[in-house]
């Protein structure tokens, strides 16, 4: 997909925006996949998530950017809640949802592809549009990377890789 100046600005800006969001940034105290946060994992996911969605010739792509930035978006430690441990996969996705709409106001689009994202686990929750699935997937790939690498291969990609999302436009 070619896109045209303003939409790139608009993209980044959004991307910038949340990057640096006092909310956003509070992804960041979430452990998650041995040495990874939810902060550095959910920007990991919208940049991969975009990549593809350039492929395609038609996608939302604000709706896609906003959802993957939120799609983790639950702010508890699992691993520290007991009551949370054992449904986390299951429930995460819409309480992830729910805060991201009632702190952000997002867009019903991007509600439905949080939701969806963690399918089939969540097997009533089937990714249903091309954005949805592109979530779906960036989120497998990005979390099967996080779990194989070490936590300095890690650190050194995200100090890397998280800013400049327009590199690619
Ligand atoms: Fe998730
Ligand atoms: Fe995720």
Same mark, same amino acid.
């Given at each position: 997909?070619? /896109?045209?100046?303003?939409? *790139?600005?608009?993209?980044? %800006?959004?991307?910038?925006?949340?990057?640096?969001?006092?909310?956003?940034?509070?992804?960041?105290?979430?452990?998650?996949?041995?040495?990874?946060?939810?902060?550095?994992?959910?920007? *990991?996911?919208?940049? /991969?998530?975009?990549?593809?969605?350039?492929?395609? *010739?038609?996608?939302?792509?604000?709706? /896609?950017?906003?959802?993957?930035?939120?799609?983790?978006?639950?702010?508890?430690?699992?691993?520290?809640?007991?009551?949370?441990? *054992?449904?986390?996969?299951?429930?995460?996705?819409?309480?992830?949802?729910?805060?991201?709409?009632?702190?952000?106001?997002?867009?019903?689009?991007?509600?439905?592809?949080?939701?969806?994202?963690?399918?089939?686990?969540?097997?009533?929750?089937?990714?249903?549009?091309? %954005?949805?699935?592109?979530?779906?997937?960036?989120?497998?790939?990005?979390?099967?990377? %996080?779990?194989?690498?070490?936590?300095?291969?890690?650190?050194?990609?995200?100090?890397?890789?998280?800013?400049?999302?327009?590199?690619?436009?």
């Amino acid at each position: 997909m070619k /896109l045209d100046e303003q939409r *790139k600005l608009q993209l980044e %800006e959004i991307y910038n925006t949340l990057l640096n969001d006092e909310k956003v940034l509070k992804m960041k105290d979430i452990p998650m996949h041995f040495g990874s946060n939810c902060y550095e994992h959910s920007f *990991k996911v919208a940049k /991969l998530a975009m990549k593809r969605a350039l492929r395609h *010739k038609s996608v939302n792509l604000e709706a /896609l950017l906003i959802a993957a930035i939120f799609h983790d978006y639950y702010l508890y430690d699992w691993r520290k809640d007991k009551s949370k441990k *054992k449904r986390h996969g299951i429930d995460h996705p819409s309480i992830a949802a729910k805060q991201a709409k009632r702190d952000f106001n997002i867009s019903d689009q991007s509600i439905k592809m949080i939701e969806s994202h963690m399918w089939p686990i969540n097997f009533k929750d089937f990714p249903d549009s091309k %954005e949805a699935r592109i979530l779906n997937l960036a989120d497998k790939t990005v979390a099967t990377i %996080e779990f194989m690498s070490s936590t300095k291969q890690k650190k050194n990609h995200h100090d890397k890789t998280l800013e400049d999302i327009s590199k690619l436009f």
